[in-house]
């Protein structure tokens, strides 16, 4: 199956660079009917039109659940553990989070910022297709109807507020969730599990990895959350960041910036922050 379906105003669209073909249906529905998608990408001609990257909404604007991995690649986990001396290893369980799914915007939408601790995330998002519960990691991949970039904004000063801390707030505040700019199949991809990730404010790189440097890579991650409860169609797996976020260096976002991320195969982003 390949496709690359965008939001356009709420209109269900496929896209490719700024052209798009407009379906007549949501994204949440199109998502269900990766078939459809699939025969109207391979018969596309002409486009019905062009697109910014800020007219863009989120590829998948309502799932019902948005789970984040923390601590997923080795040099984060270092970085952190650098700035507030835990003696944090490579927890045994996975480190899951809730990002609630209203802090969902586009691919060229504003970051609202709010107090001096706000920072980026580049991160590889799952989508998950069709409905999924107990699946092992063999079967996991053929749950996934697509990729996209996403950016896991976190207020670091509201993450570790209280004691212990929860990262679920923080990471939710609105338009906290940029993702997009299109959900990608996996097969349009040349290989899902070792992709370029980079990240860049004011053109200055930042973050700059492979998501083949998961510590525990995306089969893992859906058949570990589908072993506990069921996913449903377009919940999204933010899959944690690579090593370079602003925390680790003082550098927290400001606004004027713009946030830049990458992810081969799967386009760009543009946030500016204000
Ligand atoms: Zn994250």
Known sequence: MSFRLANRAGQAVLLEGDDYWALDTDPMDALTRPQELHDRWARR???DGQVSLAELGPPVPVPMQVFGYG?????????IDRVDAMGRTVSEAPVVFTKFPTCLVGPGAPVQL????????CELVVVIGPE???VDESQAWERVVGLMIGQDISDRALQTAATPPQFNLG???????????????????ENPDDLAISCQVNGEVRQNSRTSYLMRPVAEMVAYLS???????GDLIFTGTPG????????????????????EGLGAMENPCV
């Open 45 to 47: 001609g002409a486009a």
């Open 71 to 79: 601590l997923n690649y080795m040099d984060h986990i270092e970085e």
């Open 114 to 121: 709010v107090g001096g601790h706000c920072d980026y995330e």
């Open 132 to 134: 999924t519960s107990n």
């Open 171 to 189: 990471k939710s505040r609105t338009s906290f969730g940029p993702t997009g700019p299109a959900l990608v199949s996996p097969d349009l991809v």
């Open 227 to 233: 072993n506990i409860l069921t996913l449903h169609p």
């Open 244 to 263: 370079g976020v602003g925390h680790a260096q003082g550098l927290y976002l400001k606004p004027g910036d713009v946030i830049r991320s990458e992810i």
